[in-house]
């Protein structure tokens, strides 16, 4: 036997040298008749036309890679956080997402485990810059008489600087500043250009993308109408402008008059991106314009145009949906601020609910549209902190906390957050808060033009922290066997036959159905998945908003229940009392194939996936452990994390 194996590998290799001889002699003999070609004055085929790229990699314009970012973050810029002791701008914001270690605002050093590939400052309009302005002790802000009150508090510190901070709430609670327009113009002016110096000293293209931006901070009543608005643009752009505020108009249509006539005098591009409309008092996908007028189609366009995404999970809680709105879908009650507005003025009703969630208005959406020819509610899915720290933190075990007072301390968990002396059941406390969303964007490459370009085309998702790597694709002849391709292939036919998160089945052939390919990837350095679901919403017949929740894949051999069809819940390794758990449960990877079965081609309909985490221990948990403390029963010592893609929508044809 031994003999044998070895005559065999003699046998190969003497097979192997004839088959590289051979070769060596078919190479000579083809440049040389190539050469005789060139030498008769006659071209070969080899030139008659160019060589096809053998790399399939060459010339691929399709993105290929997910880009990590925070779409909301404040600094000492923004007028609350630097009344409450934030001491970071926004050079500071940026340097920090690029992975620097800094020291926070009470002397902590923090760092992020994995820096993002893109950040946008998002300091409120409304007073920028107010803590700098009175540090410096400004005299066009100390020649007002709230500038000379705000002084001393801001000079005293502690309470005075807190009751400070509630005048300038109240102040946008009713859309009025007490500083004439033309004083703020000229304060503004400053913090505005440094704010743009440190997006440009920070943006470094291929690396690392520094967004410029602001947020218009709605407040009227307490109901959270706010917007972040995103440049695509530099600083040659942006500086013709200053930030429009809350206090040069409190309708949303005038800020998109505003951002219209940014990209008319500038040739530049900008989109808003609402936030926190679990807190929005029913007002931020109601069905009347502020001035409480039916929509029109005019009005559908231009929400629809500027308003390409929605934040919808932040530290303030999660707004996909609701148990009171999604009564059968089991994991609707995740994070949910229900309470009441913000900051705790006004109770919540069951009435607000449908116009304070994002599952709810891509409902209400086709509702418009089917009245109106025009989706308003067009939402691609994003996330992020709304952190005012200038430390944009998401992990768990590394909570910096939304505030200076909430940074990391023993007793933190039970700081009050907002509070209502009239009623304490409102009151909200930090225990109560995430640690804050991430978005997740599919580019081809890292600048600010890629990024924003796919924000805008909604190519987007949202996570509540975590960093899984999720993609889908909607066609109509998709087939499960199209998930067994390799990557490049998978996401080239998916492209090529297809659509991605965020774009519009259309024109169907008789007889064919939706068809869905989605592959997720756990967090390389978190939790492995439960699941993956596909959350569908669409008119039925009668013009009625329907929806349902189906799981597409899961870990392990579980069988769904022969009832609901729900798929048991996954486990739980989750060991409270030291912090850890371990990834024995869940699959590292999840791949998943669903046709609409139930598909009517005349009705409107949406998809997006959501994918479930196994449990893990909370920030809360972390705490606990870490300065030993405990909490009570109420606190929160397990999380189950989460991505939503942007939906994919089908329009009939008209």
């Not at 078919?26 to 036309?49: K, V, Y």
């Not at 600087?161 to 009713?174: I, R, Y």
């Not at 992990?395 to 023993?410: D, I, L, M, Q, T």
């Not at 850890?580 to 699959?587: K, L, M, S, V």
Request: proline letters at 7%.
């Amino acid at each position: 036997m031994p003999r044998f194996l070895g005559s065999r590998k003699r046998t190969l290799a003497t097979v192997a040298g004839l088959v590289f001889l051979g070769s060596v002699v078919m190479i000579w003999l083809a440049s040389r008749q190539t050469a005789t070609a060139q030498d008769s004055g006659r071209p070969s085929a080899e030139h008659m036309q160019p060589p096809k790229n053998y790399s399939p990699y060459v010339e691929q314009s399709n993105p290929n890679r997910v880009y990590w970012g925070d779409q909301h973050l404040h600094t000492s810029f923004s007028s609350d956080a630097g009344m409450l002791g934030d001491r970071l701008g926004p050079d500071e914001a940026f340097r920090f997402a690029r992975g620097e270690q800094l020291r926070s605002s009470t002397g902590q050093l923090a760092q992020l485990e994995r820096p993002y590939d893109w950040l946008v400052v998002s300091d409120h309009a409304e007073y920028l810059g107010l803590a700098q302005e009175l540090h410096a002790r400004n005299p066009i802000l100390l020649d007002t008489a709230s500038g000379r009150k705000w002084g001393m508090a801001f000079k005293e510190g502690g309470q005075a600087a807190v009751e400070a901070f509630h005048g300038l709430v109240e102040q946008m609670t009713t859309g009025k500043a007490s500083i004439p327009p033309d004083t703020m113009a000229k304060l503004v002016r400053t913090p505005w250009d440094r704010g743009i110096e440190a997006a440009e000293h920070n943006n470094k293209p291929g690396v690392f993308t520094a967004f410029i931006g602001f947020e218009w901070t709605q407040h009227v009543q307490g109901n959270n109408q706010h917007r972040v608005v995103v440049f695509r643009d530099n600083a040659d752009r942006a500086r013709q402008v200053l930030p429009f505020s809350a206090f040069d108009s409190v309708d949303p249509e005038d800020l998109w008059k505003y951002m219209a006539a940014y990209e008319e005098k500038t040739g530049g591009r900008v989109l808003a991106i609402p936030h926190n409309s679990n807190l929005s008092g029913g007002m931020m996908f109601r069905s009347t314009t502020w001035t409480g007028k039916p929509f029109d189609k005019k009005y559908a366009e231009t929400r629809a145009r500027f308003e390409r995404l929605v934040e919808t999970s932040q530290t303030k809680g999660d707004s996909e949906t609701t148990p009171r709105l999604s009564p059968t879908d089991e994991f609707a009650n995740f994070e949910r601020w229900n309470k009441a507005n913000l900051p705790s003025l006004i109770a919540t009703t069951p009435e607000m609910l449908p116009f304070n969630y994002v599952r709810s208005a891509l409902k209400l959406g086709l509702q418009h549209q089917a009245n109106l020819g025009v989706n308003p509610f067009k939402f691609g899915l994003v996330g992020g902190t709304d952190i005012h720290t200038s430390l944009s933190t998401t992990r768990a075990e590394n909570n910096f906390g939304v505030a200076v007072a909430a940074e990391p301390k023993p007793e933190r968990w039970k700081t009050p957050f907002m509070t209502n002396a009239m009623d304490p059941k409102l009151n909200t406390y930090i225990w109560e808060m995430a640690p804050g969303g991430l978005g997740g964007v599919w580019a081809r490459e890292n600048t600010r033009e890629a990024i924003w370009d796919a924000m805008e085309r909604r190519e987007t998702y949202c996570t509540t922290g975590t960093r899984p790597v999720v993609r889908v694709f909607g066609g109509w002849d998709f087939t499960a066997k199209d998930l067994g391709s390799p990557e490049p292939v998978w996401a080239e036919q998916g492209y090529a036959r297809g659509v991605p998160m965020g774009g519009d089945l259309t024109n169907p052939s008789k007889g064919k159905v939706p068809t869905f390919m989605i592959k997720a990837l756990c967090d390389p350095e978190g939790a492995y998945l439960d699941r993956v679901q596909l959350i569908k919403g669409w008119l039925d017949a009668k013009g009625e908003a329907q929806e349902k929740v189906v799981d597409v894949a899961w870990s392990g051999h579980r069988k769904p229940d022969p009832k609901t069809g729900n798929v048991p819940l996954v486990g739980d390794t989750v060991d409270v009392k030291n912090a850890t758990w371990t990834n024995t449960i869940g699959a590292p990877l999840l791949t998943g194939f669903w046709q609409d079965p139930d598909f009517d081609p005349a009705l409107l309909a949406f998809y997006y996936v959501r994918v479930i985490e196994i449990p893990t221990p909370t920030w809360q948990a972390y705490d606990a452990k870490r300065f030993g403390v405990e909490m009570p029963d109420y606190v929160p010592m397990k999380v189950t994390n989460r991505a939503y893609t942007s939906p994919i929508w089908y329009s009939p044809e008209k």
